[in-house]
């Protein structure tokens, strides 16, 4: 049987911390006892399980953040209403572009439009590619910064997220 590549180690890794951080997302909770659940359930190797981590506690740690670029970038959405499998891949994608330099803007958006047709509802690929679409374009003009450790710079809070 042919090893797997990098490639489909770090895809099942964003589908571990999607499931986890879904599951965060309905128990109201960020605790780790979900994405330990996700990763010794589905039995991934050392290097998923790792990557999943990564991005589970980058999300966790910066999810009001990430949660205010989406306000900024889909203002019709309202992010306490969206679904929350697209929000959730949503957060992962805009952790990856803004917080993983090693990890190029183009996979981590393809990868969330693949977690999009794979776990959201029919739109939900269109409506991911649509708000990343727009988030490239701040982050090519200079509102956001790729790495930056405030990504926020310049950002109002989102209404629904000013009391706590």
Not at 3 to 15: E, F, G, Q, V
Not at 63 to 78: H, K, Q
């Amino acid at each position: 049987m042919p090893k797997p590549n990098n490639h489909d180690l770090r895809r099942k890794a964003r589908m571990a911390a999607l499931q986890s951080l879904f599951a965060a997302d309905v128990k109201d909770n960020l605790e780790e006892s979900c994405l330990a659940w996700i990763t010794k359930e589905d039995s991934l190797p050392a290097e998923s399980k790792s990557f999943a981590e990564h991005i589970f506690r980058g999300v966790a740690a910066n999810r009001s953040g990430l949660d205010d670029i989406t306000c900024r970038y889909a203002p019709a959405w309202p992010v306490d209403q969206m679904a929350l499998v697209d929000r959730n891949i949503l957060r992962i994608a805009l952790y990856e572009l803004l917080y993983t330099p090693d990890i190029p803007n183009k996979t981590a958006i393809n990868e969330a439009v693949e977690l999009a047709k794979a776990f959201g509802s029919e739109s939900s690929a269109r409506f991911i590619n649509g708000v990343l679409g727009s988030v490239m374009t701040g982050i090519e003009m200079g509102e956001l910064a790729a790495g930056d450790s405030d990504a926020r710079r310049g950002m109002k809070s989102c209404p629904q997220f000013t009391n706590g």
